[in-house]
């Protein structure tokens, strides 16, 4: 193969699904020893092509070459053989297995005597590879029991093990920390030198100058432009996605600030957390910030009562309160926003309108049975207000972008007049333009003497709308910071050191 010659080179690649044209004559050449980006608004068609190169989906028209050969995987299996190695957004782990176990799934290492897999070297290896991404995980550890920063990083050393020549990344950053994208940047700048050939998608343009070389943007379904990225500013990708001037704003206001609505006091989860007072106030938004596995999430579960407090006091409007599940809290005003939206957020194989009413069908049940022309109703105002994208209300919230299945969860909420918002991740792997609508929403809430607690892993998007931040390390606040205190090196300081 030439130097000019693609790895991996679509020519002209269509593709329908029922009521939507997901890619129109797409033309792309992805090059060995480069990190090609692929930006869009969520639905512009990325993930799409990369399944369509992958054997996921099978293309309606066009042609696709590898290595100069004309290609049609007709499943990933297939395309995994030829090299071509996928970590796609939503993981695609066996929760029951173990790290190891997962890496080399399929592939494990064998005795030399007999068909038994050799559990002393394939731990030995995946300790290896682990090491090698930065990570210090136990090879046997079951992979249900990681975070999913931490399945994120098995994802990726499953696809660097497989010695690939091309390495697909979807949003392979949007739940890491700061420390763990550099391990991650390090794997990617190792496999740039061994001539691999590596697609990136990511909303998180600021990661571009670090790591890529050229970016292709997509929009509804067409390619906009493929450049290199030393010839064009950020200012200019994000209104190529868009197709207008966008001037980005985390649209932070001022709202009237009022009594304390949420109050933990010395509150404790064994192995999660100790001794965490925290306040918000009605009208506010308050951050938590934190590496990955400081304990935030676990916070805001135990609040929602999605898991146990051990001890320590809830207070909701001043009053103590115990929570015996999720129902209590509901119907206390607290909602859930959660980092994992597929797995704990929605039903995926229903329809918008039945995820939006979820939590509020009770109001109009007669004798048991749900007013589905309420909840339809309901449904359809609800996606009006929010902009929810979608061919209708009827259409399922799997075949949702990921910024409008993020939409459903805040419209249920909004729809169940909850008064304290809990958000986890609310923006991850989302883009830059319903990231903006999302600050709207919250803007909205506070408006309204509501009141947000956030944990993000975005330092930028806590800076830009919180009123106050709480830093977490290892279970414990390390800091509690007012707007005008605010600065990255300073929550960095407080996250990082002791």
């Known amino acids: 193969m030439s130097e000019k010659e693609a790895v991996v080179s679509v020519k002209k690649v269509s593709k329908t699904f029922p009521g939507i044209k997901a890619l ?17 608004e969520n639905g512009a068609g990325k993930s799409t092509l990369i399944r369509v190169i992958s054997g996921v989906y099978q293309r309606d028209e066009g042609d696709i070459y590898y290595n100069g050969e004309l290609i049609a995987f007709k499943d ?53 590879l682990i090491a090698a991404l930065g990570q210090d995980l136990n090879p046997r550890t079951i992979v249900k029991n990681l975070s999913t920063a931490q399945k994120q990083m098995v994802e990726i050393a499953k696809a660097v093990s497989r010695n690939a020549r091309v390495v697909v990344m979807d949003e392979p950053t949007s739940s890491l920390s700061e420390q763990e994208v550099r391990s991650l940047f390090e794997i990617i700048g190792q496999l740039k030198t061994k001539q691999v050939a590596i ?9 571009f100058s670090r ?16 450049v290199a990225l030393n010839e064009i500013t950020q200012q200019q990708m994000i209104s190529k996605m868009v ?17 304390t609505a949420l109050e933990l006091r010395n509150a404790a989860r064994k192995g999660a957390f100790e001794d965490i007072s925290l306040h918000v106030r009605s009208g506010e938004v308050v951050g938590i910030a934190g590496l990955i596995g400081a304990g935030r999430t676990e916070i805001l579960r135990c609040i929602f009562a999605a898991d146990r407090i051990d001890s320590g006091q809830l207070l909701v409007n001043g009053k103590s309160v115990y929570f015996k599940s999720p129902k209590d809290a509901i119907a206390h005003g607290v909602a859930l926003v959660p980092e994992d939206r597929h797995a704990h957020g929605l039903l995926l194989a229903k329809p918008i309108y039945e995820n939006i009413s979820l939590p509020s069908v009770g109001i109009t049940a007669r004798w048991g049975f749900i007013n589905k022309k309420w909840e339809k ?54 883009d830059i333009g319903a990231k903006q609508e ?45 707007r005008n205190e605010f600065s990255e090196e300073t929550v960095m300081r407080l996250a990082s050191f002791h």
């Open 24 to 40: 129109t004559e797409v033309s792309v050449d992805f090059y060995a020893g480069e990190v090609h980006i692929l930006l869009g």
């Open 76 to 128: 990933p299996k297939q395309a995994i053989k030829k090299g071509i190695a996928v970590i796609h957004q939503e993981l695609s782990l066996v929760e029951d297995l173990t790290i190891a176990e997962n890496i080399y799934l399929c592939r494990e290492p064998k005795k030399k005597f007999g068909d038994f897999i050799d559990k002393k070297r394939l731990n030995a290896d995946a300790r290896e």
């Open 199 to 207: 697609i990136y998608i990511s909303h998180r343009i600021d990661e």
């Open 211 to 226: 790591i890529g070389d050229k970016v292709t943007i997509m929009r509804d379904g067409f390619v906009v432009d493929t």
């Open 243 to 259: 197709g207008r001037d966008f001037n980005f704003d985390y649209h932070k206001t001022k709202a009237p600030v009022g009594e």
């Open 377 to 430: 109703r309901k449904g359809r105002e609800h996606c009006t207000k929010l902009n929810v994208k979608a061919p209708g209300i009827e259409t399922f919230c799997k075949n949702l972008s990921g910024g409008n299945q993020q939409k459903v969860i805040l419209a249920r909420w909004v729809l169940s007049n909850s008064r304290i918002l809990l958000l986890d991740e609310p923006t991850r792997g989302i």
């Open 438 to 482: 999302i600050y709207e929403l919250i803007a909205d809430f506070t408006m309204q003497a509501k009141s947000i607690l956030i944990v993000s892993s975005e330092l930028t998007e806590l800076l830009g709308i919180c009123d106050r931040i709480y830093v977490m390390r290892e279970g414990r606040f390390t800091g509690h910071l007012a």
